[in-house]
């Protein structure tokens, strides 16, 4: 399976400049890059590349750095998110993140602020594999299938249709863990460990009680995660083409990591925007035994979908922030080829410029 993505890959515009070459292609004279990719290095160690672009191992590290940056960001930020919670569903007790933060440290103790720890880590490091590790591979897939000219032109539609059916299959490893966690930080006396509230739901409402709130999850996460990829990678362009005073070939890692962190900063409040009603909707959707998502949306009013917005912005942007810095330094300790942003190919801006488009 993986010999036909690394085929795909080598007629990638995504592809690694230093060993992307086309079948049938003619190679570049005088050690030139392939002379259609006018992409810069993509800034690998003096060791070069570990691994090819495309293989079983490149997508592997791929998902183990999904891993990291989901699984210990959402876990850190535990405590925000219990109190982003109980706002959504108890909003005249807990009036706002600081409000919430006291009253719960106040009535429960320190210890409180760490409930759902357990089904967070496990979850959202489930979620990340899919989410960083099929990305990679959608992305690489739909990039063969379009073509390296459509590629380019059509690339933002490319990195949406990559990480929506990325995390189509992420959210079905998360589901489980998400409904466990909202029930141990929402629901007084019912669970206070993982091993306690997973057999509690599965005992009292089977697996449908697990998976109920896998549709309200899909509309939460697969918007989110589109712009949360999209906005990323257009963003990154953006940066080094406009902002960055110099070519990304001539950044070093450090300054490359930290136009990620800005850029996956900025990626996080759009995706917070987009996905909180969602998200809302989960919450109460979890916390109500026998409810449904319409009926959960109903209840809460569109006043009630977005509150805790001002909460999730902050929570959310410095999590994607994050999420791409440990990403991205995965990929640089483990040496994995890290391409720069694409570039239009030598036979579009010919065909443009022969049209009159340039």
Known sequence: MFSSFRELAKCNPFFSPFQAQCEGRAPAKDGALVPTRNLGAAAASDEGDSCEFGSAKYYALCGFGGILSCGLTHTAIVPLDLVKCRIQVDPGKYKNLIHGLRLTFTEEGGRALAKGWAPTFIGYSLQGLGKFGFYEVFKVFYGGLLGEEYCYTY??????????????????????????????????????TLRE??????????????????????????????????????????????????????????????????????????????????????????????????QAAKDLGMKGLWRGLGARIIMIGTLTALQWFIYDSVKVIFRLPRPPPPEMPESLRLKLEAAGKL
């Not at 109460?284 to 409810?291: I, P, T, V, W």
């Open 155 to 192: 690339r933002t539609s490319l990195y949406l249709a990559a990480s929506a059916s990325a995390e189509f299959f992420a959210d079905i490893l998360l589901a489980p863990w998400e409904a466990t966690k909202v029930r141990i930080q929402t629901m007084p006396g019912f669970a206070n």
């Open 197 to 294: 509230g997973l057999p509690k739901i599965y005992n009292a409402e089977g697996i449908n009680g697990l998976y109920k709130g896998l549709p309200p999850l899909w509309m939460r996460q697969i918007p989110y995660t589109m712009m949360k990829f999209a906005c990323f990678e257009r963003t990154v362009e953006a940066l080094y083409k406009h902002v960055v005073p110099k070519p990304r070939a001539d950044c070093n890692k450090a300054e490359q990591l930290v136009v990620t962190f800005v850029a996956g900063y900025i990626a996080g409040v759009f995706c917070a925007i987009v996905s909180h009603p969602a998200d809302s909707v989960v919450s109460k959707l979890n916390n109500d035994k026998g409810s449904t998502a319409m």
